[in-house]
């Protein structure tokens, strides 16, 4: 095998390693995102035990499923929800869980109005979710 061979191989195998890590990276945030629709969905149908499934064992003791879905329903209606991105969570001033974080937007209905917000949802690095933080919704009349 001359030279000029060896370099190819070694520049093909390392193609598809990155390939393969581009790849797994890439899936691993479509199955956090899964997993947090399926808090929303879940809490939405009022399954509060189903959407605590992917909860860090920490969490679920902190949130009871019969409380998070009550505090959920009473945001009113779910009329949509979207996902806006994923981003690695920040743990630089010293808190948080290293992982990565889903953001949604969710839109419910009060009334005559929606109401919008967003949803973050962290998980760790074994893909357990570790928190629900929800922001200020704010209202938008029809």
């Keep these: ?3 000029k061979n060896v ?7 390392l ?3 990155v390939i393969g890590l581009i790849v797994f990276y890439r ?11 399926n808090v929303i969905d879940s809490l939405q ?14 969490l679920k003791a902190m ?18 929800r979207t996902v806006v991105g994923t981003h690695v969570t920040d743990t630089s001033a010293g808190k948080g869980v290293p ?20 949803v973050h949802i962290p998980f760790d690095t ?8 929800i922001d200020e919704p704010s209202d938008h009349s029809h």
């Excluded at 370099?7 to 195998?13: D, F, L, P, R």
């Excluded at 839109?107 to 919008?116: H, L, M, N, P, Q």
């Excluded at 074994?126 to 933080?133: P, Y």
Aim: avoid cysteine; charge should be positive.
């Design 126 to 133: 074994n893909n357990k979710i570790t928190g629900l933080m």
């Design 1 to 3: 095998m001359t030279k």
């Design 27 to 37: 899936g691993s945030d479509s199955m956090i995102v899964s997993r947090a629709l």
């Design 7 to 13: 370099i190819i191989v070694s520049v093909s195998i």
């Design 63 to 80: 949130m009871p499923a019969e409380d998070l879905g009550k505090m959920w329903r009473g945001i009113g209606p779910l009329k949509e």
């Design 99 to 118: 992982g990565k974080t889903v953001d949604l937007k969710v839109v419910f209905v009060k009334g005559t109005t929606d109401v919008t917000t967003h």
């Design 15 to 17: 193609l598809v390693v």
């Design 45 to 58: 149908a009022g399954k509060d035990q189903e959407a605590q499934r992917d909860f860090h064992s920490k």
